[in-house]
């Protein structure tokens, strides 16, 4: 995008030296009040933002956040246990292993992962609460579902290890390689209570 304070929207003539971009034709005056009567907007939508907080549940949920399982029917190939916690357009399902994949895996989606034509591996900068920063190489690819999202798949080995490595309050986040671009962030609350209900499903497979 343009840099806006450095590209004029108007220049017609004049020489070089010549400032030729927009000039303001308001009072101090007159910026006052549009401040003032920008803070009075701020204001009343953050009361009805808090408002609605309080006596709509599903909204409520959508920016404080919310987890669902789904637990894996007995014997059923291929079929994992999974818990999967959502919060303002984002989300993060962890599955546990199945028959056919003892490995357990970590799948984050949301509006700001690459979405490409078909599955591709690329190497991404992870970052997560009470751990170092890691370059790990991840599977990127489409997921139905999720409103023309795409997904970050990792795999793990231990599913012990994983749900031993849940935190009640997790927060994570994914950057390209060189580290400029934030792909995915997501911060999950309640993981504790998730992690149980997730291990006793696995455990009931097992």
Same mark, same amino acid.
């Given at each position: ?54 006596? #709509? ?15 894996? =029917? ?27 994949? =003892?490995?357990?895996? &970590?799948? *984050? ?18 970052? $997560? ?7 790990v190489e991840v599977f990127n690819l489409p997921m139905a579902g999720t409103g023309g999202n ?11 290890? *994983? &749900?031993?490595?849940?935190? #009640? ?16 962030? *997501? ?10 209900? &997730? ?6 497979? $097992?």
């Open positions: 995008m343009n840099d806006i304070a450095a590209t004029p929207p108007c220049c017609h003539g004049g020489d070089d030296d010549e400032w030729q971009g927009y000039e303001p034709n308001f009072s101090a005056a007159e910026l006052e009040e549009m401040l003032r009567q920008s803070q009075i907007e701020e204001a009343e939508s953050r009361r009805q933002h808090e408002a609605r907080m309080a006596r #709509d549940p599903e909204y409520r949920s959508f920016f404080d956040g919310f987890w669902n399982f789904r637990p894996a =029917p007995e014997n059923a190939p291929g079929q994992h246990c999974a818990a999967r916690f959502y919060r303002e357009g984002s989300g993060m399902m962890i599955l546990g292993p199945s028959q056919e994949s =003892p490995s357990a895996y &970590l799948a *984050l989606y949301g509006p700001g992962v690459p979405v490409p034509k078909s599955a591709r591996k690329i190497t991404v900068q992870l970052f $997560q609460t009470g751990e170092q920063r890691q370059t795409g997904m970050l798949l990792m795999a793990v080995e231990n599913a012990g290890l *994983l &749900l031993d490595g849940m935190l #009640d309050k997790h927060r994570f986040e994914v950057f390209d390689r060189k580290q400029k671009n934030a792909l995915y962030i *997501l911060e999950w609350t309640g993981g504790f209570a998730a992690r149980d209900q &997730l291990r006793s499903c696995i455990n009931a497979k $097992q």
